[in-house]
Structure formats: C-alpha cells, structure tokens
C-alpha cells in the first residue's frame, strides 16, 4: 500500500484512464463524470459511528469493486462529523505503515490486490467516520468500469458499465 499526495493520485488517475476537470484552482482537482458508466445504484445507510456495520458495509464496497490489481481510495473530504471521527486509531494505522503526512497532505490510498485487509481498514474507518471517499479500481493500468462513492451523507454511490447492486448487509444478531 502506498500513500499519495494530490500529484501522485492526479497522475495515478490519468496514467490509468480516469478523467480530471482541471479548471478550477489546484485544489478543486476533481474527477469528471465517465460516460460510459451507464448503471447506478445508490444505497443510503446508517454505518456511521458503528464499527461494526461499518465494516460489514466496507466488505460490500469490496464486492461490489470487483476483480483489480490496484484500487486508489481517494479521500476527498473529511472533518465533517467530528464527533464521529477517531483520528488517532487512523494516523496509528498510517504510523504502522511509516506513513507521517496528515490525510489533507496525502489523501490518496492506493491498495494493490495484497493489500485486503488493509484495504478493508480504510474503508470502514471512512464509512465509520462518516469521509467523502471515492474508490477507483484499476486491472492492467486501465478503469474496470466500476466507481464506488461513499458519502459523509450516508449514502454510497455505485457508478458502472455493468448493473452491479450494493446491498446493505445484515448485521449479526
């Protein structure tokens, strides 16, 4: 696993076919709409602040991302609910893997297919935390055609050439 600063994910991106609007200032880097993203759903949950079902709902993300060689979790906002945000269990993560920059420094997570459990980590603690993170599967340095949003505002978005439906999972009794 590597972590990216916004050079890094913004040349990750175009090296692997994603989109960027460049117009706006440096910092309002974004990815464009992918036309060929045809089939979307969309589920509304309520993870945040539930470990639990957070991790649960990460293992959906996951499925739904399909076969990749690597996938860049780019986290695009956080700080939003701060009540719900455990920053030091995130930076001890980001410390055990060497890593010293803060998350508004190096947003970029990119995983390669090694890298489950730590993939799995950071997407619950972003669902958890109630983060705006975008993940972007890649196999063989192009997209799979498959985009997974998650919200602050509890909801994820799947954007994809093929109908793939995420599900809120059950939680155990």
């Not at 986290?75 to 455990?86: A, G, I, K, L």
């Amino acid at each position: 696993m590597q972590f990216l600063d916004h050079t890094y994910i913004w040349d990750w991106c175009r090296t692997h076919g994603f989109s960027l609007e460049e117009s706006e200032p440096i910092n309002g880097v974004r990815l464009e709409e992918d036309a060929s993203l045809i089939h979307r759903d969309r589920l509304v949950h309520d993870a945040a602040d539930d470990s639990v079902a957070a991790l649960l709902l990460a293992g959906d993300v996951r499925r739904v991302l399909g076969d990749w060689d690597d996938c860049l979790a780019w986290v695009t906002d956080s700080d939003v609910w701060v009540n719900e945000e455990d920053w030091p269990e995130h930076y001890r993560w980001r410390g055990e893997h060497g890593e010293r920059r803060s998350l508004d420094s190096t947003p970029g997570h990119l995983f390669t297919v090694d890298d489950e459990s730590d993939f799995m980590i950071l997407a619950s603690h972003a669902i958890k935390c109630g983060w705006d993170v975008t993940f972007l599967p890649a196999k063989g340095e192009v997209s799979t055609g498959v985009r997974v949003r998650c919200s602050h505002d509890e909801w994820i978005d799947v954007r994809s050439r093929e109908s793939i439906a995420i599900s809120a999972p059950e939680q155990p009794g």
